[in-house]
Nanobody
Framework: QVQLVESGGGLVQAGGSLRLSCAASGSIFSIDAMGWYRQAPGKQRDLVAH???????TYTDSVKGRFTISRDNAKNTVYLQMNSLKPEDTAVYYCNAYSGYSVHWGQGTQVTVSS
């Protein structure tokens, strides 16, 4: 089993920055790709960014050029650096990890961007 704990969320003004962290524990040897998703009130949970075990990254169009996903395998941690934040980035951000045929989720961290 894999446990994921997110941190780093908070309240920030538009144009500001935040860095989210997601620390993995448990059966970390089995983790392959990792990603960040977000869910705004009344909306579905959508992919924000994804990073493969080899470091290949993908982003949803709305965050390209503003967000950067990275991972530190020695610390079993994945990061999401968020710059130039906009009010529409407000959501609960979830980390996930793929291991074998399983997908594991963190509990989420709230990001609120004020205008």
């Amino acid at each position: 089993q894999v446990q994921l704990v997110e941190s780093g969320g908070g309240l920030v003004q538009a144009g500001g920055s935040l860095r989210l962290s997601c620390a993995a524990s448990g059966s970390i040897f089995s983790i392959d790709a990792m990603g960040w998703y977000r869910q705004a009130p009344g909306k579905q949970r959508d992919l924000v960014a994804h990073i493969s075990s080899g470091g290949r990254t993908t982003y949803t169009d709305s965050v390209k050029g503003r967000f950067t996903i990275s991972r530190d395998n020695a610390k079993n941690t994945v990061y999401l650096q968020m710059n130039s934040l906009k009010p529409e980035d407000t959501a609960v951000y979830y980390c996930n990890a793929y291991s074998g045929y399983s997908v594991h989720w963190g509990q989420g961290t709230q990001v609120t961007v004020s205008s």
